[in-house]
Every structure is written in C-alpha cells, then in structure tokens.
C-alpha cells in the first residue's frame, strides 16, 4: 500500500512538473505570437493549442494521481497508526497542496479561462509544490519518512 501511496505521488509531481513545463512553453510561444518576432524557437515548439491541451491533460493526470496518493497515503496511516490523521506538518501541506491543485483544475475546467491564465497558474501551482516540499522536508520536525 505505501508503495502505490509514493509511486501515484512521484507520478503526480512529474505531471505536475510537464503542466510546469508546457506552461513555461506557452508563454514563451504566445510571446513571440504577440510581438510578431518569431525566433528560432517559435518553429520548433509546438502550437499554442497543443501546449495547452497538454497543460490540460497534465493538471488532470496529477491531480488524478495526486488524489490517489493521498487516499491510499490516509489508508496506510489507518492501517499502521490506528489512525486516519495526524498533527504532522507534511500532512497538512499535502491537503493544502492538494487544495490548491482543485482549485486549479476547477478554474482550467471552465471554458473561459485557458491559456496564459492557466499557464500561469501551473507555474505558481508546481512552484508552491516545490516551496512546501523543500520548506516541510528541511524546516519542519515531521514523523513522516520521506525527504
């Protein structure tokens, strides 16, 4: 069970990761569209609607796994602690961040916001990942074993 709990959440972080990446790919896109000074790097990326659908796919993809990392994360902790929730630090920053992520996939699944919205959204979202993985797994006293 703890296996599947660290595979799905690795899985996610690198989704997360490709959402980061096409963000950061569209934006450099859509600026060289809006400038009108396609560059060198604007014939070898992919379109503005291919780096966003993949940006889609990727926030869902994560958050799916991301989802399933922690239900079967809680069900571990059931099984080996008696418990379904502990006062620990790295649980409460995986809720949060895993707040954050539906709330981002709840504002990419409305039609009216795509684009360099999202784009910039996946940026922030996988930079909190990062700030509260580094900060929960350096910073703060935790039970939790992992890095």
């Not at 703890?2 to 896109?29: D, K, P, R």
């Not at 709330?103 to 009216?112: C, D, E, I, K």
């Not at 916001?113 to 006293?141: E, K, M, N, Q």
Request: proline share 3%; net charge positive.
């Amino acid at each position: 069970m703890i296996a599947v709990h660290v595979a799905c959440s690795l899985l996610s972080y690198v989704a997360f990761l490709v959402a980061f990446v096409s963000g950061w790919l569209f934006l450099i896109q859509e600026r060289q569209v809006r400038r009108k000074t396609l560059g060198a790097l604007f014939h070898r990326l992919p379109s503005l609607a291919t780096l966003d659908r993949l940006n889609f796919r990727s926030l869902g993809f994560g958050f799916a796994l991301l989802s399933l990392g922690l239900l079967f994360g809680f069900v571990g902790m059931r099984v080996s602690f008696g418990r379904w929730w502990m006062p620990d630090p790295k649980l409460a920053v995986a809720v949060a961040v895993w707040c954050a992520y539906l709330l981002l996939w709840m504002v990419r699944l409305r039609s009216a916001l795509r684009g360099r919205r999202v784009a910039i959204l996946s940026i922030l979202g996988f930079s909190l990942l990062l700030l509260t993985w580094w900060h929960t797994s350096y910073l703060l006293r935790s039970a939790h074993p992992y890095l």
